[in-house]
């Protein structure tokens, strides 16, 4: 084995080596928390509105560029995605997690109750066809009813730590009250944005699913979770391939099927993810976390740009639901 193969790493390539940095800064409003990859470097930051200054060509770069090489076995494969010269590990990383949490403290009124999704928290679903929105659901994650009368989709980054503040704090609330009431029908959607690792995190996530899709579907919640608990500080080399195929294993998952999946299934995985992100550029999205919500009924939209607290999401479910 060469050393550009790096011993089973999957790596990404990008013809920008962004140098990670990150902002913060308070505009009009409620600030928004999130990652958005600009021109030269990837910021994370507080701000209401991400700012448009970044093409998309140069976003998508990040996923487009990546190109696995398959050579030689480790448990089962080995797999890279190789880095321009000159570009660091530490490269296309924000730089740090956020410091705070949004308030999630705003009380749910009791509301007329919908169809509820079948089963327990987290409504975890494999479900098919086509939306509206233009979403594949084919192999798409999915919490919720299909009956409800919203969609928010959402678009997330493994390596983003606003999106880890989501996941883990308003994201359960979101669940327990929207979802579990039969209001919100949540699909997930890869946009991977931050760095070179991000674009193989995203394959794992589709290939995780692929496994427990029609069996234990709330298991991707579990290990969904299990990732962003153990998102590590910027130029930790957190999120290389065989560290998140061990968070994987820690969460009780079969490692071997998802390493042959990663290494027959990336190219037809990364048209899925492409669509994605080609979705989040009609929707100029600049950055993750990422949402828009349908109203199913009417075509009625409404986005969501970074983590927001939870009665942002609460409020935007509601005035959706009424449009």
């Given at each position: 084995?060469?050393?550009?193969?790096?011993?089973?790493?999957?790596?990404?390539?990008?013809?920008?080596?962004?140098?990670?940095?990150?902002?913060?800064?308070?505009?009009e409003?409620?600030?928004?928390?999130?990652?958005?990859?600009?021109?030269?470097?990837?910021?994370?930051?507080?701000?209401?509105?991400m700012?448009?200054?970044?093409?998309?060509?140069?976003?998508?770069?990040?996923?487009?560029?990546?190109?696995?090489?398959?050579?030689?076995?480790?448990?089962?494969?080995?797999?890279?995605?190789?880095?321009?010269?000159?570009?660091?590990?530490?490269?296309?990383?924000?730089?740090?997690?956020?410091?705070?949490?949004?308030?999630?403290?705003?009380?749910?009124?009791?509301?007329?109750?919908?169809?509820?999704?079948d089963?327990?928290?987290?409504?975890?679903?494999?479900?098919?066809g086509?939306?509206?929105?233009?979403?594949?659901?084919?192999?798409?994650?999915?919490?919720?009813?299909?009956?409800?009368?919203?969609?928010?989709?959402?678009?997330?980054?493994?390596?983003?730590?606003?999106?880890?503040?989501?996941?883990?704090?308003?994201?359960?609330?979101?669940?327990?009250?929207?979802?579990?009431?039969?209001?919100?029908?949540?699909?997930?959607?890869?946009l991977?944005?931050?760095g070179?690792?991000?674009?193989?995190?995203?394959?794992?996530?589709?290939?995780?699913?692929?496994?427990?899709?029609?069996?234990?579907?709330?298991?991707?919640?579990?290990?969904?979770?299990?990732?962003?608990?153990?998102?590590?500080?910027?130029?930790?080399?957190?999120?290389?391939?065989?560290?998140?195929?061990?968070?994987?294993?820690?969460?009780?998952?079969?490692?071997?099927?998802?390493?042959?999946?990663i290494?027959?299934?990336?190219?037809?995985?990364?048209?899925?993810?492409?669509?994605?992100?080609?979705?989040?550029?009609?929707?100029?999205?600049?950055?993750?976390?990422?949402?828009?919500?349908?109203?199913?009924?009417?075509?009625?939209?409404?986005?969501?740009?970074?983590?927001?607290?939870?009665?942002?999401?609460?409020?935007?479910?509601?005035?959706?639901?009424?449009?």
């Amino acid at each position: 084995m060469t050393d550009s193969i790096n011993e089973g790493r999957i790596l990404i390539r990008s013809s920008i080596a962004p140098k990670a940095t990150r902002k913060t800064q308070e505009l009009e409003g409620i600030p928004t928390q999130g990652c958005v990859r600009e021109r030269r470097f990837t910021q994370c930051r507080s701000e209401t509105t991400m700012p448009d200054i970044q093409s998309n060509q140069r976003r998508r770069t990040v996923l487009r560029g990546a190109s696995l090489v398959l050579a030689g076995s480790i448990a089962g494969c080995t797999s890279l995605v190789g880095s321009d010269p000159g570009e660091s590990e530490d490269d296309n990383k924000s730089t740090s997690h956020p410091s705070d949490t949004p308030s999630d403290s705003e009380s749910d009124p009791t509301e007329e109750t919908p169809t509820t999704p079948d089963g327990e928290f987290p409504y975890m679903r494999s479900t098919s066809g086509t939306t509206d929105f233009g979403v594949s659901l084919d192999s798409t994650p999915v919490m919720g009813s299909d009956d409800a009368p919203i969609d928010m989709y959402y678009w997330s980054d493994y390596l983003c730590p606003f999106c880890s503040t989501f996941a883990l704090k308003i994201h359960p609330k979101i669940g327990r009250n929207s979802v579990a009431d039969g209001t919100l029908r949540v699909v997930f959607l890869q946009l991977p944005n931050i760095g070179k690792n991000s674009g193989p995190a995203a394959i794992l996530a589709n290939c995780v699913w692929d496994q427990v899709a029609d069996s234990e579907p709330n298991r991707f919640w579990e290990w969904h979770h299990a990732v962003f608990e153990q998102q590590g500080e910027e130029n930790s080399g957190w999120a290389d391939i065989d560290k998140l195929l061990t968070i994987t294993e820690n969460a009780g998952f079969d490692t071997d099927p998802l390493r042959d999946c990663i290494q027959n299934r990336q190219d037809s995985i990364k048209e899925e993810i492409q669509a994605e992100v080609d979705l989040a550029d009609r929707e100029k999205i600049k950055g993750t976390p990422a949402f828009v919500l349908v109203n199913k009924q009417t075509g009625t939209k409404q986005k969501i740009s970074g983590t927001q607290p939870y009665g942002t999401f609460k409020s935007t479910i509601q005035s959706v639901k009424n449009s």
